[in-house]
């Protein structure tokens, strides 16, 4: 009965997070042109990827005219990142990535925290460097629980300017090419997730 609650436990803890830990970041700046894609499970591989420069004005889309203010921005961010996971998954084989890292367990192309807060930053690096981003900057990445307050799970981070305001810009809860989810790191850290049946936030222009 004991080794029954014990596996429940566990059971219970893989369907809420991540089970692997963020490696070291590193490695050539990236540019639309010539980026690296992790999936495999904690970025285990990397695939080059170049997006073609009427693929990137489709991501730039998003930002013009540009938002008003932190909070457009924000919306803007969500879908621009579902937007490049749409772009780059034919390529890298994660176009069918499930919400999360256990329902889609075994299956080719699925990826955990791991890989998704690593490209996460990718795209926010390079939405910066582009000149797109006039109310936050890329702020690495943060990891809760370590095993002793729940399962490890990973994001991206962005900083507001001016507030230095931290969000979490977490696109593991969502199938891959959806919005990502952007909250306040404060909360993430908490254990945030999306309330059950909630649907990612709604693209604010249309997603080219």
Same mark, same amino acid.
């Given at each position: 009965?004991?080794?029954?609650?014990?596996?429940?436990? +566990? /059971?219970?803890?893989?369907?809420?997070? #991540?089970?692997?830990? !963020?490696?070291?970041? $590193?490695?050539?700046?990236?540019?639309?042109?010539?980026?690296?894609?992790?999936?495999?499970?904690?970025?285990?591989?990397?695939?080059?990827?170049?997006?073609t420069p009427a693929e990137w004005a489709r991501v730039a889309a998003l930002f013009r005219p540009p938002p008003a203010d932190a909070a457009a921005e924000r919306r803007a961010v969500a879908c621009a990142v579902g937007l490049l996971e749409r772009l780059v998954g034919p390529r890298t084989g994660t176009a069918g990535d499930l919400?999360?890292?256990?329902?889609? +367990? /075994?299956?080719?192309?699925?990826?955990? #925290?791991?890989?998704? !807060?690593?490209?996460? $930053?990718?795209?926010?690096?390079?939405?910066?460097?582009?000149?797109?981003?006039?109310f936050h900057v890329p702020d690495g990445r943060a990891t809760r629980g370590y095993f002793v307050m729940g399962w490890p799970h990973t994001t991206a981070v962005m900083r507001e300017r001016g507030t230095g305001r931290r969000w979490a810009v977490d696109s593991?809860?969502?199938?891959?090419?959806?919005?990502?989810?952007?909250?306040?790191?404060?909360?993430?850290?908490?254990?945030?997730?999306?309330p059950p049946g909630e649907p990612p936030p709604a693209c604010t222009r249309p997603t080219p």
């Open positions: 009965m004991r080794a029954r609650h014990a596996l429940a436990a +566990l /059971g219970l803890a893989l369907a809420a997070g #991540c089970a692997t830990t !963020a490696p070291d970041g $590193g490695g050539p700046i990236p540019r639309p042109e010539a980026f690296a894609v992790c999936h495999g499970h904690g970025c285990e591989q990397r695939t080059p990827v170049s997006l919400g999360g890292t256990f329902p889609g +367990l /075994g299956r080719p192309g699925q990826m955990d #925290c791991v890989d998704e !807060a690593s490209n996460t $930053g990718t795209y926010l690096r390079m939405l910066a460097d582009a000149g797109l981003l006039r593991w809860f969502e199938d891959n090419g959806r919005p990502a989810r952007i909250v306040p790191l404060g909360l993430w850290r908490r254990g945030w997730r999306p």
